[in-house]
């Protein structure tokens, strides 16, 4: 069998653009969906370049990428999640799809439009990208702030209002009443496969996926669950109905069992790999030329979401009985399409409902309001911040006692880590006050009687009420990078004086603690990794005074990284050096001062003639040959070999 040589160098080109994408907007800390899709472009046959010859046949591939994403939703589809915030989610969200298909076509009227095709816009903007907005709270861990919440809940609601809207949306058409009958008969189907799904789910898939669990063979539990997405998926094809709508009832059946995190665990590479090919495809199908000679409709879609769907949405969150803040950024999350616009706008082209040029359109607006999002999203949690709102019914429940605290602990962020300390000062009898932006965490604490302030804690009016000039130390512990070195500019700017801890999580962000001021940085992760290391030595019943001086030298070997992070950037590391006849011969440890005038620490000593000795005391004399191990940074560890001569 001969393969086909197009084929494969298509299938290379995807790949290829896909990983160049991914790359590009990983750099520029933007969702890898937008990379995708400007991979795509560039192998597009209407840019220059290498382009597909064959893109039908990778818009047939991009379907497994839909249906594998519908298939994935359905299994994390968290009803415990939607519970939490129910009354919002069930009643906002059903409520602001209908409001912004009814924005779209009465725009389209305003404008001109066919009544279908504004109809068509409102349905294809009016869900918002789960992934996007997925990554972003995560990457600002915001997940379980209320604002995240919030945001997590509605959107799993307009996923089921996206599966909705892809088996009508091609009944859609001339208010006949042979389309009203076809529109009756698609929901008729829908509600009808419930019946055999609800039946398949409770009684005839958990005795199957237990036997294929059973057997201990991956290969066969993965190939089990697919073979349970797609069979699905073809049913209900069968059927006349989507596609998508099989994929993700399919999904709800795996959510049932006990078996949905290993199946999502397996299932989640080869979704994304099919996914990364489905938003390239969407770039290929791009037609740039067509998008420029359409601008004002551009500008009119990309209007209707970041401004359209963020005042709606808002004002819903916000009549629901949310807070103005927690409103306003919900309505800012959800400002963006992102992969069930894409899918619904090729359900509508498919049937007829749109022309070429609004299907150009809806791509290049997707690209558009996913690259605004996250700059819109910052932006509008540092106003809310600033302006402190909160709502006049929360405000006493946002009130601080802060008359007449002094030599206090000014604590910025209280999630695990804020909270943890805030525990231990509690413990001590120690004063403190948090600054935080969730309105959950501030209720609670006002509750509790802990001075609390709601706000951002890089503005500077937030921590002058916080009693910046009157607290004995500030302890930063705000995950995203950028926030924590606002609040630590701003900190330093009120008291040059004061003390401040803060966390970091890589080297980029440690230095720009740094040179925001922080006078101790402490790395999470650094931690996390001494109490392993301490409780795997005495698991292993190693001598506790060894152990001690092991993470005694890791620890300070650590902090002496950080310390010198402004002059080099190398990290620390052991090396065995030969002991000639230079200065430090014939002198013992202590005398030789090897820790106070060289920064390293003396792991072992390999004497010349006789044993390894590990951790040697501070009188243990260094001879001529000794072979020394040390443990430094490289120019601490050059300037002892020099003295060593070595």
Request: glycine share 10%; with cysteine.
């Amino acid at each position: 069998m001969s393969a086909d040589p197009v084929l494969f160098r298509d299938l290379a080109y995807v790949f290829i653009a896909a990983v160049v994408g991914g790359a590009l907007a990983w750099i520029a800390r933007q969702p890898l969906v937008l990379g995708y899709v400007v991979g795509g472009l560039l192998i597009s046959p209407f840019t220059p370049g290498p382009s597909l010859s064959d893109v039908h046949s990778f818009e047939l591939f991009a379907e497994i990428g839909v249906v594998l994403l519908m298939f994935s939703v359905g299994i994390e589809f968290s009803l415990r999640d939607l519970h939490r915030v129910r009354w919002v989610a069930l009643l906002g969200a059903p409520l602001a799809v209908l409001l912004t298909i009814g924005l779209g076509a009465g725009t389209g009227a305003a404008l001109g439009w066919p009544p279908l095709q504004g109809l068509m816009v409102g349905i294809v903007i009016s869900v918002s990208s789960t992934m996007v907005l997925a990554r972003l709270l995560m990457e600002r861990g915001e997940l379980h702030s209320r604002h995240g919440r919030v945001l997590i809940g509605i959107s799993l609601v307009e996923d089921l209002a996206a599966v909705v809207l892809m088996v009508v949306t091609p009944e859609l058409g001339s208010l006949e009443t042979k389309r009203l009958l076809g529109l009756g008969a698609a929901l008729g189907k829908s509600a009808l496969i419930l019946v055999p799904f609800w039946y398949l789910s409770s009684k005839v898939f958990p005795p199957l996926m237990t036997r294929a669990a059973q057997t201990r063979s991956s290969e066969l539990f993965l190939l089990f669950a697919l073979a349970v997405g797609l069979g699905t998926a073809a049913a209900t094809q069968a059927m006349g109905l989507s596609v998508a709508l099989g994929a993700f009832l399919a999904g709800l059946l795996i959510n049932e069992s006990d078996y949905a995190h290993e199946i999502l665990a397996r299932l989640l590479s080869l979704r994304d790999a099919f996914v990364a090919l489905f938003f390239v495809t969407v770039g290929v199908l791009i037609d740039v030329r067509s998008v420029l000679s359409n601008l004002p409709l551009l500008a009119t879609m990309v209007a209707l979401v970041v401004v359209g769907k963020l005042v709606l949405r808002a004002a819903v969150v916000w009549a629901l009985g949310q807070p103005l803040s927690t409103s306003l950024l919900v309505g800012t999350g959800l400002a963006q399409i992102g992969e069930f616009s894409f899918v619904l706008v090729q359900v509508a082209r498919s049937a007829g409902h749109i022309s070429q040029d609004v299907y150009q359109t809806t791509l290049a607006a997707s690209l558009i309001t996913i690259l605004l999002n996250a700059a819109l999203f910052r932006a509008m949690e540092s106003w809310v911040g600033k302006l402190g709102l909160g709502g006049r019914r929360h405000r006493k429940e946002l009130a601080v006692e802060r008359a007449g605290l002094r030599d206090h602990v000014v604590l910025c962020g209280f999630g695990r880590v804020g909270s943890a300390i805030g525990e231990a000062l509690e413990s001590f009898g120690i004063r403190y006050l948090v600054i935080e932006l969730d309105p959950d965490v501030i209720k609670g604490l006002a509750a509790r009687g802990v001075p609390c302030l709601f706000g951002d804690a890089g503005h500077g009016r937030i921590l002058e009420h916080a009693g910046v000039d009157r607290a004995a130390l500030a302890v930063v512990t705000v995950p995203e990078a950028d926030r924590a070195r606002l609040a630590v500019q701003g900190l330093r700017r009120l008291r040059p004086d004061l003390p401040i801890l803060a966390r970091f999580h890589d080297a980029a962000s440690r230095d720009g603690l740094l040179r925001a001021g922080a006078d101790e940085l402490i790395q999470p992760e650094t931690e996390a990794a001494a109490t392993l290391i301490r409780h795997a030595l005495r698991r292993l019943e190693l001598p506790q005074e060894r152990v001690l001086a092991y993470l005694g030298r890791f620890r300070g070997a650590m902090e002496r990284a950080q310390a010198n992070a402004g002059a080099a950037e190398a990290l620390p590391a052991v090396e065995e050096v030969v002991m000639g006849s230079g200065p430090l011969a014939d002198q013992t440890l202590g005398e030789a001062r090897v820790r106070e005038r060289f920064g390293v620490t003396v792991v072992a000593i390999t004497k010349a003639r006789g044993p390894v000795l590990h951790n040697p005391t501070a009188d243990t004399v260094l001879r001529t040959g000794d072979r020394v191990r040390v443990f430094g940074l490289p120019d601490q560890l050059a300037s002892f070999r020099r003295e060593a001569g070595g």
